[in-house]
């Protein structure tokens, strides 16, 4: 719906790229990621993210199928990023946010962990187990530890570059 509001914007010809950009940046992506750092998003809803950013950066870029732009091409022409990648980063501040919050109702949601299975239809993994997941990986053991870490914002932002950089070059090998 954002994106269609501003379709004076996308059609102008008097408009750069790169202002056309800035504008998708920070009246579309943010309207559509608003909150997202507290989803839990399976593969197939993450893609259908990143097939709207692609799609629509090709519409205001006026790349054509017949140009055979990759993907990948296309975001770094447009010097954004992947939306895996956003993301990634938005659930890393939200979390070191939340673990800096020492007795707030939050801090006791991520300690408890509700017994018995989930009702069908819902993900197999909370987003608490999720980031719980990715914090092992990271190193860190407990919601305690990520809580001590998370003190030290500089250290906590680092943490996060350093994940995000190491998921990006085993996504590349991957591929």
Request: net charge positive; glycine share 6%; proline share 2%.
């Amino acid at each position: 719906m954002a994106y269609y509001r501003l379709s004076r914007i996308w059609y102008s010809r008097s408009l750069s790229h790169k202002l056309k950009i800035k504008i998708f940046k920070s009246n579309v992506l943010s309207v559509l990621l608003y909150g997202s750092e507290t989803w839990k998003l399976t593969d197939d809803q993450l893609n259908k993210l990143k097939v709207f950013q692609t799609t629509y950066t090709r519409r205001i870029m006026n790349v054509k199928w017949f140009h055979r732009v990759t993907n990948k091409d296309l975001l770094t022409r447009s010097r954004q990023d992947d939306m895996g990648e956003i993301m990634e980063r938005r659930r890393w501040k939200y979390v070191g946010h939340v673990l800096r919050r020492r007795g707030a109702p939050t801090e006791v949601s991520l300690g408890w962990a509700p017994e018995g299975k989930r009702r069908p239809g819902r993900p197999k993994q909370t987003w608490r187990q999720a980031m719980l997941k990715r914090l092992t990986t990271s190193g860190v053991k407990s919601w305690n530890e990520a809580a001590e870490l998370a003190k030290d914002r500089l250290k906590w932002q680092e943490m996060g570059k350093l994940m995000s950089s190491t998921q990006r070059v085993t996504r590349h090998s991957a591929n």
